[in-house]
């Protein structure tokens, strides 16, 4: 856990991967997240398997380095808890849609009046100014629509999803991004902003970077799609014992790598050596990998390729990794002792400081587990406490 962000004050509305993601980023940059729930908690909670009811798996590995309300907006008292949460905050964000904000008090029109210089981010679905922005979404839906599932088609042509929650995770990472550059421009000149960073237009933006391609131009000049990508012979390679990445790159590689392979003659043809030309034959090169990559085991291929400096790996199943030498050694699994939920294993997050600042997360928060002490911060009484309680405009274990 770095400290970048501390002092940044959180509120946060997310829910299930998408917002969770990205307000984990800020909480492991020292932000203070207050994950602030419905009663019957985030929806991501009962996902299974888990050490409780109220933490599964995948909430823990959302949710770390928060602290967790559990209040109800729809009572008035919810809407004056919030309130003054939101007054005290640096940030807003959620990932619902404008209407869904709207309804429960957390729109940027009205937590603006609350908070002049509020940063206030959100990921809905689809673009504000679209037709299909109060439609609802999750990955597979955005997976689907953004091309991801047909570029990800099986050897029939048949769309595929790919079996991570990729589109959330994506997203999340740029809605982090809006939020810590927000912050950046409200410490340099006191105003705050809306920054709406919506799945759809996302995902197809970061997708076509590179497939935009022939397209970039006008009137085009080729197909889209990025011709290396779509070779038919882009693949992990199969060789003696398993599979292997091969991937040479620039000229230099190929030229070793031919060499290695007994193809002198290629390695010194002038459309190997040209970057353009051999972009356009590239899936003759991967075919040539294909043929080779099985007289020799992936520890010999790590080994010869490795002498060589060209680019390769032996292809990890999820077991293997946390035996990867190198993910060893940055030990990016690490586990976290507690007394209500058992030991558990996290993931360290992929930032590395100069200073090598240690790394010590706290767990994902049970339901309404700060509920009392975050009101007890805002300043209410015990009194009003117990009566916020009772009238179950918060729960808390």
Known sequence: MLSLLKGIKVVDFTTVVLGPYATQFLADFGAEVIKVEPLDGDGFRSVRPGPSPDVGAGFANFNRNKRSMALDLKQPDGQDIMAKLVGQADVVVHNMRGKSAQTLG????????????????????????????????????????????????????????????????????????????????????????????????????????????????????????????????????????????????????????????????????????????????????????????PTRTNDEWVSVLGELDVPCAAVNSLSDLFADPQLSASEIAQRMPDQGLGPMQYLRPGFFDEQGSAWSPQRAPRLGEHSIEILGELGLSQTEIDAARKLGVIAAP
Not at 170 to 175: I, R
Not at 206 to 231: C, D, K
Not at 246 to 262: D, Q
Request: hydrophobic share 45%; aromatic share 8%; net charge negative.
């Open 106 to 293: 957390i729109s940027y029109h009205q937590l603006k009046q609350l908070k002049p210089d509020l940063v206030y981010c959100w990921s809905p679905g689809f673009a504000s100014i679209g037709p299909d922005a109060e439609s609802p979404a999750y990955d597979d839906i955005i997976q689907a629509r953004s091309g991801m599932a047909a570029l990800n088609s099986d050897s029939s042509g048949a769309p595929q999803f790919f079996p991570s929650i990729l589109c959330d995770k994506v997203v999340g990472l740029h809605l982090a991004l809006a939020v810590a550059s927000a912050i950046v421009h409200k410490l340099r000149t006191g105003e705050g902003q809306s920054i709406e960073v919506p799945m759809l237009e996302t995902m197809t933006s970061f997708l076509m970077a590179e497939h935009l391609a022939g397209h970039t131009m006008v009137p085009s000049q080729g197909e889209m799609g990025y011709q290396r990508l779509m070779s038919p012979h882009r693949r992990p390679f199969q060789t003696k014992d398993g599979f292997m990445a091969i991937m040479p790159y620039s000229a230099r590689h190929w030229i070793r790598f031919l060499v290695l392979v007994e193809e002198e003659e290629l390695a010194e043809a002038a459309w190997v050596n040209d970057a353009g030309a051999r972009s356009d034959r590239i899936d003759e090169l991967y075919e040539l990998i294909a043929g080779v990559a």
